[in-house]
């Protein structure tokens, strides 16, 4: 059974709505450590997911997200807090998952460079710059072509250099078209789109033109298939999530990008649609049905985990 890497996930902002102090068992999500073993998953990465809307004090709520994980690992034998690729690799040779720990939403850095040496410190590994609204990294994705223009803020273009010192990995998902391009040509590492899809097929702000598929493949890096309805289909308000949709973007992804520019980035329990694959326990439903519809092993296993191992290695 293949392994995997999952590069998005909002589990940890579920379970401190719900008032969990960890997800060893986390039933009424998508993820949880028993699943992660079932779905034999070699890596996820647990966001600290931010709204600016909601969030009275940011830093809190990061705070409390980081502490549900390492409750999580500390209760668990199966799951390891790990902040490189040398770490990913023993844990793997040891039959432990590998937990790494993002933030969605760079507001919690809040213009201070000192922040990020802070949260690497902490174990952060990746940073998506921004949600669905402005910060001082830059500004979001939109359906207003004046603000998808808008590119990073002056702190925003030194903190890609700042973040590409530190080893914390550059992600694009949510941000602008004009912040895309800003990242790819400043940033000197590999950068990802963590949770993304294909503009050409699914016609949302969100997802990735067929010249960012190859920018990102022409810097290294990696792009997520995002299991989300509303990024599959080429009807915006389709709410099924189908194998057929995920391979369709899989393989234009592969055509555009190549087969080393694909990687997972499920967003379970950031989603709310008709799953085919539901959680992560299903996840090898997902590489059988890839492979019964002509994606061959090696194929596969890029898409799966090698990618993400080579980013991690690279910007890690």
């Not at 040509?185 to 949770?195: D, E, L, Q, R, T």
């Not at 010249?211 to 995002?226: D, H, Q, S, T, Y």
């Not at 309805?229 to 555009?256: C, W, Y």
Request: proline share 2%; glycine share 6%; with cysteine.
């Amino acid at each position: 059974m293949i392994s995997y890497i999952d590069m998005h996930c909002d589990t940890l902002a579920e379970a401190v709505e719900l008032g969990r102090d960890s997800i060893i068992s986390f039933d009424e999500r998508a993820i949880d450590v028993a699943r992660l073993e079932k779905g034999n998953c070699k890596a996820q990465f647990f966001a600290a997911y931010l709204d600016q809307d909601k969030s009275v004090d940011p830093y809190k709520d990061y705070t409390a997200m980081r502490q549900v994980l390492l409750n999580t690992v500390s209760r668990s034998d199966k799951l390891v807090f790990t902040g490189n690729s040398s770490e990913l690799n023993r844990n793997f040779d040891e039959g432990q998952i590998s937990a790494f720990l993002t933030i969605e939403n760079g507001c919690l850095v809040e213009g201070k460079m000192e922040r990020l040496k802070e949260l690497k410190e902490q174990g952060v590994s990746l940073i998506t710059l921004t949600w669905n609204q402005a910060n001082c990294f830059g500004f979001p994705h939109s359906s207003e072509s004046s603000l998808m223009a808008k590119g990073l803020t002056d702190f925003g273009k030194e903190a890609i250099e700042e973040m590409n010192n530190l080893g914390i990995i550059v992600d694009v998902s949510h941000l602008s078209d004009g912040g895309f391009y800003d990242v790819a040509a400043i940033s000197k590492k590999p950068f990802v789109a963590s949770h993304s899809n294909c503009r050409s097929i699914a016609p949302h702000t969100r997802n990735l033109t067929d010249e960012m598929i190859r920018i990102v493949a022409e810097k290294g890096g990696v792009i997520g298939l995002n299991f989300s309805a509303d990024f599959l289909n080429p009807d915006l308000s389709h709410e099924n999530s189908t194998v057929d949709m995920l391979f369709l973007h899989a393989k234009h992804i592969i055509e555009v990008g190549g087969v080393e520019s694909i990687g997972i980035g499920t967003d379970f329990d950031g989603i709310t649609c008709k799953l085919e694959i539901p959680s992560c326990d299903k996840m090898p439903l997902l590489f059988e049905a890839f492979e019964k519809r002509g994606m061959n092993h090696t194929s596969l296993e890029y898409l799966a985990y090698k990618n993400v191992e080579r980013v991690i290695k690279d910007c890690l």
